[in-house]
């Protein structure tokens, strides 16, 4: 079965850093584009950031571009996303997904709040 297991939110002051980290299993992470997306309260799902598998390129939605990078580890099938300078307007649930930027696979998802 697909599983992404993602992990690595928190409560964070506003100029923080997270890393978060997507741990994949069922498939091999090579084989597919990878991305994340988030769901901020109330809002509706807005892709984030997405990696294709067929030569690394990147997307990062223009609100992120800059301060996230996401970056694929295929020795542990984990994907992570790296989150310098969060604004409190980065808070919400962060999922990691297969295939962007159609997604036919995500996981459950981790909490990030931005707040002083």
């Known amino acids: 079965d697909v599983q992404l297991q993602a992990s690595g939110g928190g409560l964070v002051q506003p100029g923080g850093s997270l890393r978060l980290s997507c741990a994949a299993s069922?498939?091999?992470?090579?084989?597919?584009?990878m991305g994340w997306f988030r769901q901020a309260p109330g809002g509706e799902p807005e892709g984030i950031s997405c990696r294709r598998n067929s030569d690394g390129s990147t997307y990062y939605l223009d609100s992120v571009k800059g301060r996230f990078t996401i970056s694929v580890d295929n020795a542990r099938n984990t994907v992570y996303l790296l989150m310098d300078s969060l604004k409190p307007e980065d808070t919400g649930v962060y999922y990691c997904a297969r295939a962007c930027p159609n997604y036919d696979y995500w996981g459950q998802g981790t909490l990030v709040t931005v707040s002083s």
């Open positions: 069922g498939f091999t992470l090579d084989d597919f584009n």
